[in-house]
């Protein structure tokens, strides 16, 4: 399963939909709960406008997709995720008790180069 999702910026929604092949003449009213908890797949997009941001779900996120999306001053994000689940199992493969899960984080700077 994934997401992606795409929020632009200094447009309106007419100039964003042929970005995304959307006809607008087929709009119809939708909350973002109805796609993203029943799963919906039938090919629709949801669009929605709020305090000047157009958000698109299922949206693109690549980098020479967004810059057409902002080009002439305005602004574009994209994210875009997998979601993936494999199951626990009780009992580890020896027999015994199950261990609760161990956490570990990791920091990472850049190398500086010369």
């Not at 109805?34 to 406008?49: F, K, R």
């Amino acid at each position: 399963m994934g997401f992606s999702a795409a929020w632009v910026q200094g447009t309106d929604i007419t100039a964003v939909a042929p970005h995304f092949s959307l006809d607008l003449t087929t709009r119809a009213p939708c909350h973002l709960s109805e796609i993203l908890d029943h799963n919906i797949d039938d090919g629709s997009v949801w669009v929605a406008q709020a305090c000047g941001w157009i958000g698109v779900l299922p949206g693109k996120s690549d980098d020479a997709f967004l810059r057409t999306l902002s080009a002439g001053g305005g602004q574009a994000i994209g994210l875009a995720m997998n979601i993936v689940t494999t199951p626990v199992s009780a009992t580890p493969a020896t027999g015994g008790p199950s261990s609760p899960p161990t956490r570990e984080a990791s920091k990472t700077r850049h190398s500086a180069t010369a």
